[in-house]
């Protein structure tokens, strides 16, 4: 008897404390880390979401940049934040990366985070300046082949999806093309865009109006199939390399230990954000696609991206730094 009653008021402790972490939070604004600087993808996202959530909680989302070390300064703020809902992390898929490249990351990745909710998952867009004599991939392969060394692409700096996709063409085609690091992915299009370099494969979201204004030709995107707002370019895939699939993608992260009702109820507001008609349209627009998954069901999305990531580097031949 005495035994039913200590499990009954450990049960009954546990749903107060449970109640108490979902009644009174959250108690002050709330920090949405991002993991680069403002006027990219993740900052838009960000700060796209923030004002609605801000007014579903009743506190501030405030955002806050921290880029450097390819994501890795914003994810250990992240890692290392009280777990009591009010750090939220929006990480790009170079934590998927950042593993099984870097020797000893100030974080664990799997065991520090809850993955709470997708924001966008897209295909990198391989173009190319229209002065380079090639209008499809195989053409771009012929053209690199006939002039082993002469063409360049650009990397945004650090080994991010774009960058490793790149990597991994280059290889699959045997062919020798010059890589040329920058300090992100606006100065690796600008320069692209000038005809500095001949070749990128970058996000969606600030490619897109280049192609739209005819300043940059698009070859082809990294992903299994063709996005509705990317309807007219080939996949990687259907150029002649079958299988190839690879994305960027934009989710946002809690530190471990936060209690599960926070979790669920960030979750919720965020798919309603997701789902409305606004916030559908703009990441349509942009070539990438959400998800209704439960946090559940992303972590094992993020395990699988893992091993994606893990084998690709293996592939390529990088060692971790």
């Known amino acids: 008897m005495k035994k039913i009653k200590l499990v009954l008021a450990l049960a009954v402790s546990v749903l107060m404390l449970s109640s108490q972490a979902q009644t009174g939070w959250p108690s002050k604004p709330i920090q949405l880390i991002v993991t680069f600087a403002p006027g990219g993808t993740s900052d838009v996202l960000a700060r796209a979401i923030a004002p609605d959530l801000s007014k579903a909680l009743g506190q501030p989302v405030i955002v806050v940049n921290k880029p450097g070390a390819n994501s890795t300064i914003a994810t250990r703020e992240v890692a290392k934040a009280a777990p009591d809902g009010h750090t939220i992390g929006l990480f790009i898929s170079a934590h998927a990366i950042n593993p099984h490249i870097t020797k000893s990351l100030p974080y664990d990745s799997k065991k520090d985070f809850i993955p709470l909710a997708m924001l966008a998952l897209m295909p990198g867009i391989l173009t190319v300046n229209p002065n380079v004599q090639a209008n499809n991939l195989q053409e771009l392969i012929s053209l690199a082949k006939a002039k082993p060394g002469s063409l360049a692409y650009g990397t945004p700096g650090g080994l991010t999806s ?3 996709s790149m990597q991994y063409l280059i290889k699959l085609a045997a062919v020798d093309i010059t890589e040329i690091g920058y300090k992100g992915g ?10 500095h370099i001949q070749m990128l494969i970058n996000s969606p979201t600030s490619t897109i109006p280049h192609i739209k204004s005819g300043k940059l030709r698009a070859i082809a995107t990294t992903g299994a199939t063709r996005p509705a707002a990317l309807s007219d370019i080939p996949t990687i895939a259907e150029s002649g390399f079958p299988g190839f699939e690879l994305y960027e993608w ?5 530190p471990a230990g936060t209690p599960k009702p926070i979790v669920d109820r960030l979750h919720a507001e965020v798919m309603k954000i997701m789902a409305s008609p606004a916030m559908v349209k ?5 070539g990438a696609q959400s998800s209704t998954d439960t946090p559940e069901q992303f972590a094992r999305f993020t395990e699988k991206e893992d091993k994606v990531w893990g084998d690709l ?3 390529i031949g990088i060692q971790p730094q």
């Open 162 to 164: 774009g960058q490793l």
């Open 282 to 286: 703009r990441i349509a627009d942009i």
């Open 186 to 195: 606006g100065p690796a299009l600008t320069d692209l865009v000038a005809g």
């Open 250 to 254: 934009y989710a946002l992260f809690l």
């Open 313 to 315: 580097v293996k592939k």
